[in-house]
């Protein structure tokens, strides 16, 4: 089993910036994608970003290129999400998530879950 607890999230303005945490815990699953989701009200959980434990390569969804960071510390067993330039539409709970997808963006594919962080994006 692996236990995920997300931290970091807030109310911030838009065009602040957040940074997210992902502590990770029990078995280490390798090789394995960490990846971000998050679900804003009413709508389905959307894959935001991932990266690869072995090799560290990383993949965004379009909506955050060039404002999200994904990076990930294998020693400390850490994932992290460096969010800048948010806007009103990054409101939402983000989870962090670790499987061995077929597809980075496939949200079932997903083994372990964290029970998620709140961020707000004020206008």
């Given at each position: 089993q692996v236990q995920l607890v997300e931290s970091g999230g807030g109310l911030v303005q838009a065009g602040g910036s957040l940074r997210l945490s992902c502590?990770?815990?029990?078995?280490?699953?390798?090789?394995?994608?960490?990846?971000?989701?998050?679900?804003?009200?009413?709508?389905?959980?959307?894959?935001?970003?991932?990266?690869?434990?072995?090799?560290?390569?990383?993949?965004?969804?379009?909506?955050?290129?060039?404002?999200?960071?994904?990076?990930?510390?294998?020693?400390?067993?850490?994932?992290?999400?460096?969010?800048?330039?948010?806007?009103?539409?990054d409101t939402a709970v983000y989870y962090c998530a670790v499987g061995r997808p077929r597809s980075v963006a496939v949200t079932n594919d997903y083994l372990y879950w964290g029970q998620g962080t709140q961020v707000t994006v004020s206008s």
């Open positions: 502590a990770a815990s029990g078995r280490t699953l390798s090789p394995a994608t960490l990846a971000w989701f998050r679900q804003a009200p009413g709508k389905e959980r959307e894959f935001v970003g991932a990266v690869t434990r072995i090799g560290g390569n990383t993949f965004y969804t379009d909506s955050v290129k060039g404002r999200f960071t994904i990076s990930r510390d294998n020693a400390r067993n850490m994932l992290y999400l460096q969010m800048n330039s948010l806007k009103p539409e």
